[in-house]
């Protein structure tokens, strides 16, 4: 193994390829296009045009001279690219407006387009073809930021610890580049330890910007640190508030902001919701070779944020005052949104298993989602997957790839009644999946971590005492929708009710004041909707949420039309 201060000297040798499609060069045409919409000016060597941990609300287009990018963190500062004429600096954060992860400084003096945000989004709406060319660059750098790990984030931990695992993930899919360092594994790190003053008790740490040191941070606490949200004007009356960024919730947000609405996102943890944790969906319209959750999640939000929308991070619903029109929705922290209309897409949450010390191995060997963090986790040893529904299915092929063994374990006889047919064929093909039917597990034990996994069968009633450190659980589905308080009809398991389900009971409890019935995916609120999961009687699929959430837009113009 290489030391730290080792391998951050040869990841520093290592400068990102000059790909073609991530570091374009603009055509003259091009040029005269983007001159356009913004100011062309001249800019002396050694001027700092885009700080690092400001927000990111300018795009530069170089004319003459050069771009030189760098970033700081806790390893010191590494250059990270070069822009000269006919490029561009600029990466998915011009979207959002959240902090740049680098600085851009003139190199040699020249001359530069400067766009604001709001001449970018006017550019890529007005140009198809300039659009391509910039967000395509835009995502690419990204994902070079991500797989090279270079970002000013850095978290110090152990991979067998539940807040270690917890920060990575939120980082992960939030798409934030950062640094990890695993002390059981790293001896070199102290000299991090040392320089930011940090004791083995404050471990899980992230360091932000070679700055500030958070100690085992909420997730809002992290967003916040990192500048993930804009602020929020209270006084402002939104089109559209989506509550949630699940499939539904982000397809919603693609063609609201895309029509024109004035529309904000509120997300409680990561976009993309359950199937945003799917190592890979295969039936999904248009991705014959699958697509990962985390990636499609990713493409969304940024297809919203090019449209316009508003994406507010580790923030969650806590109450919606449904007695006065516009709506106000009462966020955790306080904060009150302004709403016209509403999109209910919280979705729902993998029921627990009625364990009684389940929670001490949250995080620490039970897993409610299998991605690459952890798949790391599990190589080479033996796994449980509890559930027979498509994320289940997904999750054990995708960890059969690196797993020694997997065991499947249903309450039911089969799969086919809640299976797609080509994960079951997957499953019985495989030579290191094993399906236990009829089969529950009936403890759990460990120290620090989970080592033993004690199941039965229904019929035999053999109990199996098994040395497995990783289960993986995907279990039915819990609404979220305590949040609501009674503002809307739900079902007898607490799922939202809409349009023909809503009878007419319903609408007399709940005091429908229209003479037009609701509309469908409308709930018994008047402009309020319900699409994806968290909807009563919808399809557990995501195209069926990404449908859901997009043709719920065509209601929501009809009633801002009222």
């Not at 990575?168 to 320089?195: C, I, K, M």
């Not at 009150?336 to 919280?346: E, G, L, N, P, R």
């Not at 229209?514 to 909807?535: K, N």
Request: include cysteine.
């Amino acid at each position: 193994m290489q030391p730290l201060a080792q391998q951050r000297d040869e990841d520093r040798t290592n400068r990102p390829l000059r790909d073609t499609h991530a570091f374009p060069t603009l055509s003259d045409t091009g040029l005269k296009k983007i001159a356009a919409y913004g100011l062309t000016e001249c800019v002396a060597a050694g001027e700092v045009l885009v700080r690092q941990g400001a927000p990111m609300d300018q795009f530069l287009v170089v004319m003459d001279g050069s771009i030189e990018v760098d970033q700081t963190s806790g390893f010191g500062t590494e250059v990270i690219a070069t822009h000269g004429p006919g490029e561009f600096f600029g990466d998915v954060h011009l979207l959002s407006g959240r902090p740049s992860v680098v600085r851009a400084r003139m190199q040699t003096s020249g001359k530069v387009i400067r766009l604001t945000r709001a001449g970018l989004h006017a550019l890529v709406q007005d140009d198809a073809g300039l659009s391509e060319v910039l967000l395509r660059a835009f995502i690419l750098r990204r994902l070079e930021l991500l797989s090279t790990k270079k970002g000013d984030a850095i978290i110090l931990g152990s991979m067998n610890s539940f807040g270690t695992l917890r920060i990575r993930e939120f980082l992960t899919r939030n798409g934030y580049p950062h640094s990890f360092v695993d002390l059981d594994q790293d001896r070199e790190a102290q000299e991090l330890l040392t320089q930011f003053q940090i004791t083995v008790e404050d471990l899980p740490v992230l360091i932000c910007r070679g700055e500030y040191v958070l100690r085992n941070p909420s997730d809002a606490e992290i967003a916040a640190c990192l500048g993930m949200n804009e602020g929020i004007d209270e006084e402002t009356i939104r089109d559209l508030v989506i509550i949630g960024a699940g499939p539904a919730g982000l397809a919603a947000a693609v063609y609201g902001a895309s029509e024109g609405l004035r529309t904000i996102v509120i997300e409680a943890k990561a976009p993309g919701g359950q199937a945003g944790s799917s190592s890979r969906i295969e039936n999904y319209l248009g991705f014959p070779t699958g697509i990962s959750g985390q990636e499609l999640a990713t493409r969304a939000v940024d297809q919203a944020q090019k449209f316009g929308a508003q994406m507010v991070i580790a923030k969650s619903a806590a109450k919606l005052d449904c007695d006065c029109r516009p709506y106000r929705l009462v966020m955790t922290c306080g904060t009150v949104i302004q709403a016209k209309t509403i999109v209910i897409s919280t979705g729902a949450t993998y029921k627990k298993l009625p364990i009684p010390n389940l929670t001490q191995f949250e995080g620490v060997g039970v897993y409610y989602g299998a991605t690459q963090l952890e798949g790391q986790l599990c190589r080479g040893q033996e796994v449980v997957v509890v559930g027979g529904g498509n994320s289940a299915g997904q999750a054990a092929i995708y960890l059969s790839d690196a797993a020694k063994h997997v065991h499947i374990l249903i309450r039911s006889a089969q799969l086919t009644q809640t299976m797609s047919q080509y994960l079951v064929r997957r499953i019985e093909e495989s030579s290191n999946i094993t399906l236990h039917p009829c089969t529950e597990i009936l403890s759990l034990s460990g120290s620090n971590h989970l080592e033993e996994v004690t199941w039965t069968g229904h019929f035999s009633r053999r109990v199996h005492v098994e040395p497995i450190r990783h289960v993986f659980v995907m279990t039915g589905a819990t609404p979220n929708t305590d949040w609501l308080c009674g503002c809307v009809a739900l079902d007898a398991k607490g799922f939202i009710k809409t349009g023909r389900d809503l009878t007419n009971d319903d609408l007399a409890r709940d005091r429908w004041p229209l003479a037009r019935p609701p509309y469908p995916l409308e709930t018994s609120l008047p402009g309020v909707f319900a699409v994806g999961d968290v909807r009563s009687g919808s399809i557990k699929r995501v195209a069926s949420g990404a449908g859901e959430g997009s043709f719920a837009i065509h209601f929501v113009h009809h009633v801002l039309k009222d």
